[in-house]
C-alpha cells in the first residue's frame, strides 16, 4: 500500500476512534489520550521537527548556490515575494466576502459578556522584519528562528557561489548533509501513519462536539474559504501561470497535505513538503529549496483566511460594523500577521490579536473561537504549505520559459 493511502486511513481511523470516544466514553478517551494518542503523535512531531532546521540550512544554502548568478537569485526572490503576497491578500478577501454572505456571527447567541482572552503580546512585525538578519547565527540556530536562519543560509550560500571552485569541498558537504537529511524524511515518513492517527484522535477526541455544534456556521465559512482559495487561487495559477493541470499538482501534493492536516505545523511538514514537490512535482531541487522553506515561515494563506473570517465573526459577534477603509486596513494587517505568523500550531489565533487590535474590536472576542481553532489549525496548515508548493511550481514553470527565451535569443 502507498504511504499516502496509508496516512489517510489513518486520518480516518483515527477520526472516528476520537469521535466515537468522545462522545461514548470520555474517561476511557483520557487514558488513552495521556497513554496513547499523545505520545505516538509527540514522538512524530519530535522526529520531523529534530530535521526541521538542519533541512531549512542545508536546503537553502544549496538552493542558494544552486541559483548561481545572483540576478536568478533576485528574479526567483521577486517573483515569490510577489506571488505570496497576492495570494495572501486574494485569500483575506475571500475569507472577508463569504463571513459577509453566510455572517456566521449573527447565528446564534454568543456569550460576548463573559468572554475574555488574555493577549499575549505579539512581537511586533516591524521587529520581525528588522530582525531578519541574526546578530548570531549559532543563536539563531538554537532557538531555531526560520527567518534568521534563512538569511544566513542565504548568505552562505551566496558566498558559495562567488567563491566557486575555492569552496568546491564545502559545497560538496552541504549536498551530502542535504543527503542524509532527505534520506531520514523518507525514513520517519514511515512512522508518519501513526503518529498522524495519534495526532487526529487526540485533536478530536478532546475538542468537545458541542463547541462544535454552537460554532458550526464560523467553521463552515472557514472551511468553505479555504476551499475556495485552493481551487480557484491556486488552480487558476497553476493552470494559468505554470500551464499544469491543477488536479495533478493537488493529488501529487496530497501526501504533504495530509502530514500538514495532522501536524498542524508548516514547519513540522516542511521535509516532507519539500521531498514530495521534489519527488512528484519535478520542482527542480534549487527552486524547492529557496521557495518553499521561506514560504513556510511567512506565507500562510490558510491562516490569513481564518484571520478575515474570525474578525468579521467577531464583530457581528458583538454587533459592531466595519467601515470599508477598516476592512482595508484589516486586508493590510492580517497580511502582515500572517507573516509574522510562526509556522507552529495555534500561533495563527494568537496574531489575530493584532488584527483586531488595529480596527479596534475586542481582543476578548478570541475566547468564542478558541475551542474550536485546533480543528481548523489542522486545514488551514494544509492551505499553508500548498502555497508554497503552488508558488514553487510556478516558479519552476516560468523559470523554464525563461531559459528557453534566453537560449533563442
Ligand atoms: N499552524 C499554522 C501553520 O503552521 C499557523 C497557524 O495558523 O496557527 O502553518
Do not use: W
Amino acid at each position: 500500500m502507498k504511504l499516502s493511502t496509508k496516512i489517510i486511513i489513518a486520518l480516518i481511523v483515527g477520526l472516528v476512534v476520537g469521535l466515537v470516544l468522545n462522545l461514548t466514553a470520555l474517561d476511557l478517551f483520557q487514558h488513552l489520550n495521556t497513554y496513547l494518542f499523545t505520545p505516538l503523535g509527540k514522538i512524530f512531531l519530535n522526529l520531523i521537527n529534530m530535521l526541521v532546521v538542519p533541512i531549512v540550512f542545508f536546503s537553502i544554502v544549496l538552493g542558494t548556490a544552486g541559483l548561481g548568478d545572483p540576478k536568478k537569485l533576485g528574479r526567483i526572490g521577486v517573483k515569490t515575494i510577489s506571488y505570496f503576497l497576492i495570494t495572501t491578500c486574494i485569500a483575506i478577501i475571500i475569507g472577508i466576502a463569504l463571513a459577509y454572505v453566510f455572517e456566521p456571527g449573527h447565528a446564534g447567541d454568543f456569550d460576548t459578556e463573559n468572554a475574555s482572552f488574555e493577549a499575549k503580546e505579539a512581537p511586533p512585525v516591524s521587529e520581525t522584519l528588522l530582525n531578519i538578519i541574526p546578530k548570531n547565527p549559532v543563536q539563531a540556530f538554537v532557538e531555531g528562528n526560520m527567518l534568521q536562519i534563512i538569511t544566513f543560509s542565504i548568505f552562505v550560500g551566496f558566498a558559495l557561489t562567488m567563491l566557486g571552485e575555492k569552496t568546491k569541498g564545502l559545497l560538496k558537504i552541504v549536498e551530502q548533509g542535504n543527503e542524509v537529511m532527505m534520506y531520514l524524511v523518507n525514513v520517519i515518513m514511515k512512522f508518519a501513519p501513526y503518529g498522524a492517527f495519534g495526532l487526529i484522535a487526540s485533536a478530536v477526541g478532546s475538542q468537545g462536539i458541542d463547541a462544535v455544534k454552537a460554532m458550526g456556521l464560523y467553521m463552515f465559512v472557514v472551511l468553505l474559504a479555504l476551499v475556495v482559495h485552493m481551487l480557484f487561487t491556486y488552480g487558476s495559477s497553476i493552470y494559468i501561470l505554470a500551464k499544469r493541470n491543477p488536479f495533478t499538482f493537488f493529488k501529487d501534493f496530497s501526501p504533504a497535505m495530509s502530514v500538514a492536516f495532522s501536524t498542524s505545523s508548516s514547519n513540522a511538514t516542511l521535509p516532507v513538503s519539500m521531498n514530495v514537490a521534489q519527488t512528484k512535482l519535478k520542482v527542480p531541487e534549487h527552486i524547492s529549496s529557496f521557495v518553499q522553506p521561506l514560504g513556510a515561515t511567512i506565507n500562510m494563506d490558510g491562516t490569513a483566511i481564518m484571520q478575515g473570517v474570525a474578525t468579521i465573526f467577531i464583530a457581528q459577534a458583538y454587533g459592531l460594523d466595519l467601515t470599508f477603509t477598516q476592512l482595508v486596513t484589516v486586508v493590510l494587517t492580517a497580511v502582515l500577521a500572517s507573516i509574522g505568523t510562526a509556522g507552529v500550531p495555534g500561533v495563527g489565533l494568537i496574531m489575530l490579536a493584532m488584527v483586531l487590535k488595529s480596527v479596534n474590536l475586542p481582543v476578548e472576542g478570541i475566547a468564542l473561537i478558541i475551542g474550536i481553532d485546533r480543528l481548523l489549525d489542522m486545514a488551514r496548515t494544509a492551505v499553508n504549505i500548498t502555497g508554497d508548493a503552488a508558488c514553487a511550481v510556478i516558479v519552476t514553470e516560468t523559470e523554464k520559459k525563461h531559459a528557453a527565451k534566453e537560449m533563442t535569443a
